[in-house]
């Protein structure tokens, strides 16, 4: 059974070191997902869910990162990974459509507090929650993702796989019981991210909410169906066309997929990335304004216009997911940051004049090469009758044109140091590039500077 391969797999990876490659990347990962978080603390859904279970806070032993409190691990899972969610900066695993951080990073790092691990196995669960979760993504997709949120799904695998590898499980039992658990509490529908509700987010919180209670429940001996993937009711016949099992276990333990993560160079949704950076390539090339341009073309794969094919956006999440207002927006700013989606450039004028002379097209032969394809082709066309045109053919971020160390620690700066201040921004970073050789606890995250949000 795909399980049985699966918690051999952990099995083997727990009794070994990882390597200094694989180490690196499940670090870069962290990092990355403490900058996620940071931004996500003082807004929806993480003001209301504070409020929600303001009776929780306080006590247990894992922190509320930035929020200055601890919480036992489930409701710490909950909060952080929906939080982690919420601004849109998280990392991707683009040929499973999944979020990986999110689900995967805050149920390890509540175990890991909880239990007092050490830094190197906490690295080890977060190695083991990608790799099992990702490949299962993999299988699956891509007819899950037309009416499923991978991070809501896929994430429950991630986080439960994570959690059972901070648990002694010799025989491999944990694992197969943890991720047999998980599966039948997966859940997420992309209905939910195709408004101004707060329930995307939500999805990857509950995924690590779920890693938690799977993975610990496992390892007090609850049992789940192990058969659960493959079987004729199980998840790949109920959330997919035809799961395809032999990708989930191709060149497992051999070739890692926590190598080969897109991290974010923009604050949405990434199925906007490549337009932006071809707009981006455009402005710097030839020097654009917005007075220069009569109208844009956007030629892109059809799931990008599904999903962020929004004209008038009103709100930041909206915004966020309107692939002509991004555009817009890096050919009138340079970027697409946090200020992206301030009130300010909500109202901009010229922000919503962009938008009226913007083009979206299905190209067929990006839409072919989804999901493990996501380009973009922009076409301005200039008051002068010129037409300048940019393929981006992946996104900055993507394995092809990674971020380096740099930009992530210039990321986390950026993102982490209005929440917690420059001097706990600067010796945070540090400890989490040298966390192989501390114990978890040692982060001190519950003392970061922080307030739980009075809502």
């Not at 940071?38 to 930035?66: D, I, K, M, N």
């Not at 669960?125 to 809501?152: D, K, L, M, N, W």
């Not at 991720?179 to 408004?195: D, E, M, Y």
């Not at 072919?368 to 076409?379: H, L």
């Amino acid at each position: 059974m795909l399980i049985d391969r699966f918690a051999d797999y952990a099995r083997e990876e727990r009794a070994r070191p990882l390597s200094p490659e694989v180490a690196h990347h499940a670090k870069r990962a962290l990092i990355d997902w403490f900058s996620a978080l940071f931004p996500g603390v003082g807004q929806a859904p993480g003001v209301q869910l504070a409020r929600a279970h303001r009776r929780e806070l306080g006590v247990g032993r894992s922190s509320l990162p930035g929020m200055g409190t601890t919480a036992f691990p489930g409701t710490a899972a909950w909060i952080n990974g929906s939080v982690s969610h919420a601004v849109e900066f998280d990392d991707i695993f683009r040929d499973a459509v999944y979020h990986p951080g999110c689900p995967t990073i805050a149920a390890a790092l509540a175990v890991a507090e909880d239990r007092d691990a050490h830094g190197a196995d906490l690295l080890k669960a977060i190695t083991i929650g990608y790799e099992i979760s990702t490949r299962i993504g993999v299988a699956i997709q891509p007819s899950h993702y037309r009416y499923f949120h991978t991070t809501g799904t896929v994430g429950c695998f991630g986080g439960a796989a994570a959690v059972a590898a901070l648990h002694e499980d010799p025989a491999g039992n944990v694992t197969r019981h943890a991720l047999a658990t998980a599966a039948t509490f997966a859940s997420g529908l992309q209905q939910a991210f195709r408004s101004d509700a707060m329930t995307k987010a939500l999805h990857a919180g509950h995924a690590a909410w779920v890693g938690v209670t799977a993975g610990c429940g496992a390892a007090d001996g609850i049992t789940g169906a192990l058969d659960v993937l493959e079987g004729e009711a199980g998840f790949g016949a109920a959330l997919s066309d035809g799961a395809d099992w032999a990708r989930a276990v191709d060149g497992l333990g051999e070739r890692y997929n926590i190598t080969a993560i897109t991290q974010k160079n923009h604050g949405c949704c990434g199925h906007t990335f490549a337009a932006i950076d071809a707009m981006l390539a455009l402005r710097a090339q030839h020097g654009l304004s917005a007075a220069q341009v009569a109208a844009i073309a956007v030629d892109t794969y059809r799931t990008a216009i599904d999903v962020t094919g929004n004209f008038a956006p009103h709100t930041a999440f909206e915004a966020k997911f309107s692939l002509p207002y991004v555009v817009a927006h890096a050919l009138l700013y340079g970027a697409v940051r946090l200020d992206a989606f301030a009130p300010a450039r909500l109202a901009d004028d010229g922000i919503r004049a962009l938008i009226g002379r913007t083009t979206l097209h299905d190209d067929p032969a990006l839409s072919a090469r989804f999901p493990g394809m996501r380009a973009a082709r922009v076409r301005v066309t200039l008051t002068d009758g010129r037409v300048l045109e940019h393929f981006a053919p992946y996104r900055k971020g993507d394995p092809e044109a990674p971020l380096s160390d740099a930009d992530i620690n210039d990321k986390f700066a950026e993102l982490a140091t209005p929440v917690i201040g420059t001097a706990a921004a600067r010796t945070l970073l540090d400890r989490l590039w040298s966390v192989e050789r501390l114990d978890v606890r040692a982060l001190g995250l519950a003392a970061l500077p922080g307030t739980v949000p009075a809502g």
